[in-house]
């Protein structure tokens, strides 16, 4: 190094610089280490711990997918942010500027914290079968539908008896006695699945193939764009059914399926991008300096797109939750997830009782999903103009 | 149609005066067009030379009121066109652009719409001034093809944009542009994108108009251009006319230190003395004075040097104060705003 | 040790340019061919080729100026990148320093990566916009391996002073720079390696006159400071006469004439430099004379004209052998057929069968009663049929009567005024009456 001289460029010495690629890169290691970590804990599960890994969470095969494409966004996603802590300063700064974005921001990150931690720590809501159909807090109905009330009871007319609403339990209770609001968190849990199996590996494949087909062009395009378009005739919903005939109801599986089927249109996406950029200057100098596709791409393409990509990404997303909410709907997912689907079918054809009597389950998961879509459509849209790079710097 | 005043033939064609129009950006007020004034006559070809950020765009697109208003707003000046005053009504405005005023762009495949046929695009110029049915229209197109040069226009009429090559594709403008059959056409760099070979016959074609009586309101920023083409140039310079002069004139003296530095560009070259700061020129007095070598204290006076005639003759004039009698000559202007005493700048001339 | 900053002190350094050539060539093209296929089908098949670049040799020394000159469909943008990588060369070799480009690999491949560098034409899309210039003139540094922030810093902050900027800059966005700093930071971008050679697409070509005359004098600075070689390519005259040692001449992939920028500009051996000067407008208002070539048409790269593939479009085009033409009837006779040839029939000739005989020979000015009976009758067999809208015919009667050597054959190589030229006319075995080319 130079001592007191001024390092100049045409003093550098290049024969002495390794000019090969580094092998080992900080998001490498830790995404090597993350997934080391969770083969052990498999292993310990599936050899030692058997139904419960940690508190009352029995760990499922998606929980495994999940995880493992969580330790793939934090590797690749949340290290290079650490890294550019001045980027990361102004785009919190831009967020904060825009009040319905950091509304749905909050509401999405909010739904996500509560959704997974708390069916993990706490388990399944709980059942209360003598606390069956409570209402939410300032509703009143026949004391005579379930065994207690929890809120107070008001004498009717006559023999007439009325159970109120307890603001101790807010949202009521459904068939089983289980806190609206218990599921209504425990609903969460599919939905924050979604979008994070969805970011970590659905994505990820679409950008690819779409960068891919972009810059190779020729047989490789041809190929990719006209698998997009066989995939675009298949029906997700047909393919899950088969696949349900054989392996039962699995969030996996519903997302394995509607996720191979649906990264078409992101990657024509990319792919379009990729093709009216790869003439621009700074991306045929990158090219021209060596870099790789997937370099160039990564660097110079993608951050440029965000205009059309991230709303994308996120309609995608709120896509994929109203198809988990719609196939729970129907009754072919896993009863354990308590999905906001399933909850609402629940509502809509009770025990024993006409659906309109306690229209409180349904109408909770159903607002908390048209919510949580509005807030992930909201998100996609005042992200994408935070990140625009002529949105006012 | 309100009149400015009674139009007589040695009347010029379009007249000019004191316009100003003002853009709004992220930085303040830009005053593009700042006090410009000119006047091209029947079947002239002026020129307007300038470089980027010189106004000539945004003048001539204030002419005809195309400039987008907002962010940009005319706010002053008169426009005449054949004594009809421009400025005052919309309609009025309406029924002379595109038809006794036509107007030709930099980027040929920027002007024309991809998705309609060249003959659609023809048509629909054709018709947008004049009750004219569709057979005639046609006929008018293809003949308008011709008029420009387009071999086998019969058959091209039909083709779309993409299938036209650069040149091809600007002689189409031209067309559309001469659909209404003008008086007048403004062309903005019409040959910059195109090959030299194409610019040559563009060149051509440009003269063969002025030929049939056609005016012509040049800009361009190549100097050979203007001498192939211009019978008058118009030199601007931070939104102000610089200097003035026929053709000949104004090649031969170039009387302002701008031209002057223009013409010696195409000479060699050499690192510019003061760069210009990043987009922010004087507001007042000569604006070319942080890059002139003749700089002195009077060029920052008044709203612009007033103009004096270059080498006494009366119609080449320059807007600078070197010209003016008495001017004070033992101190200069450096770059900075600094005064310097003349011993240390040499003059040349 | 401080030094002044800015590149005044830099002027010195190596003082005056010399043009004599210093041994073996800095990079030898042999015989360079880019072609595209053209392809139908599911299957790609190929049914067709552009020649882009097809068969041009040249040689760039150290520390000169070579200018490569030409239109669109020249082929000069492909050759660069095919020097650059950027597009993979289908036959001929590329040898940088002795070696042969196409066989380095692994280090010796990035090395040459890195003493090859490029600027590119539009200084508005030169720059990431997402990325403060500061990274972006790091880029290079960074893709070579060198690691450390801090050096890479330091390297830019003194590059950028050194091109005129300010070392504050590094902190800026591209949007906050004007064309010209713009393209000064790509200098220093394309400086930050230390290469041997510099391609400049169109350095100049979007920047206002001014600036344009800045920025050529800082590149040749550059030259001159770090006896860096620049391959400068450029379809504006001006810039080459002013700015370059050499210049190579393209014309549909091919290098048509090369040498000396004065002796090419001022004693163009070829015709097509010579359309291409004189299509250039003087600056002398009173000289209004635009030559024009035979015909417009550019041919398409994927079909050019057999023999010289200039034919169609030259002036010059040497007439039938033993044929009684004078040099005026011929080149009237020429511009006929040519015109025909490649379709670019003039407006006022439908090709419909409406136009009359008249007004075709009034259109191409046709000498009346030729010396020649048979040329005699195959042009007005053409006339005839150009009246009726019969085109091929027109062609196959003025080919068969009007044949040419050009189209036949292709120009061997000769020497001009001590260049290489491909051009019948020039070749002493072809009997064409010479004509002077001094401009």
Redesign the interface.
Known sequence: MESSERPRFERVDWSEIDTEQRLVTTQRALFVAGLLVLAGLFVYDYYYAHVYLVAEWNVTPIDWAVLTGLVGLVSYGVVPALRNRAAVRRTYESIRSRPVLTAALAFLAVFGLLGTLLPTLLGRPELHFGYAYQPPVGVTVDAGWSPNCFGTIVQGQGIQRYCEGSILIPLGTNGRGQLMEAMLVAGARPAIYVVLFTAAFIVPLATAVGVAAGFRGGRLDDLLMTYVDVQLCIPAIFLYFIGYMYVGPSLLLLLVTFGLLSWGPVARLVRSEVLQRREDGYVVVARSLGGSDAYVARRHVLPNVTNTLVPAVFHLFAILILAEAGVAFLGFSDVELYSWGSTIAEGLSPDRMAAYQVWWISTVPAVALAATVVALKLAGDGLRDVLDPRGGR | MRMAGPAADDDPLLSVSDLRTHIETDRGTVRAVDGVSFAVERGEAVCLVG??GSGKSVTCESLTGIVPQPPAEIVDGDVSFDGIDLRADDTDLRAIRGNRIGHVFQNPQHALDPVYSVGEQLIEAITAHGDVGERAARERAVDL???V???????RIDDYPHEF???MAQRVAIAIALAGDPDLLIADEPTTAV???????L??LL?DLLGDGMALLLIT?D??????L?DRVLVLFGGQIVERGP??EV?ERPGHPYTQ??F?????????ED??A??DLPTDGCRFRPECPHAVSACETGVQPPFYAVDGAPDHAASCVYYTEGRDETTVLDGNGGVRPTGEVTEDD | MTEPTGGDHDRSALGERTVDRRGDPLLSVTDLETHYPITEGWLRREVGRVRAVDGVSVDVYEGETLGLVGESGSGKTTLAHSLLGLEAPTAGTIRFDGDRVGELTGAAKRAFRRRVQLIVQDPNDAFNPRLQVGTAVAEPLALNGMDDAERRQAIVEDVLERVGLAADDTGRYPHEFSDGEKQRLAIARALVVDPDLLVADEPTSALDARVQSDILALLDEVRRAFDVSILCISHDIDVVRRFCDRVAVMYLGEIVERGPVDAVLERPAHPYTKVLLDSVPSLDPSDRDLPAPLTDTIPDPADPPSGCRFHTRCPAVIGPEDADLSTDQWERLAALRFTVQVGELPARIDGDGTTSETVVRETFDLPDDLADERIESGVDDAVAALADGDLDRARERLAAVLPSVCEQQVPATVEIDGRPVQCHRADPEFDAAPRPWNR
Do not use: C, N
Request: proline residues 4%.
């Open positions: 470089e980027s093809l011709r008029r040069g387009i071999p086998r226009a019969g058959v090559s650069g040149g090959d030299v070979t194409v610019q040559a016959r060149i051509e003269r920023h100097l050979r251009v203007v001498a192939s211009a053709v000949g090649f530095a223009l010696d560009s195409y000479d060699g070259f050499e690192q510019l760069r210009p990043r987009g």
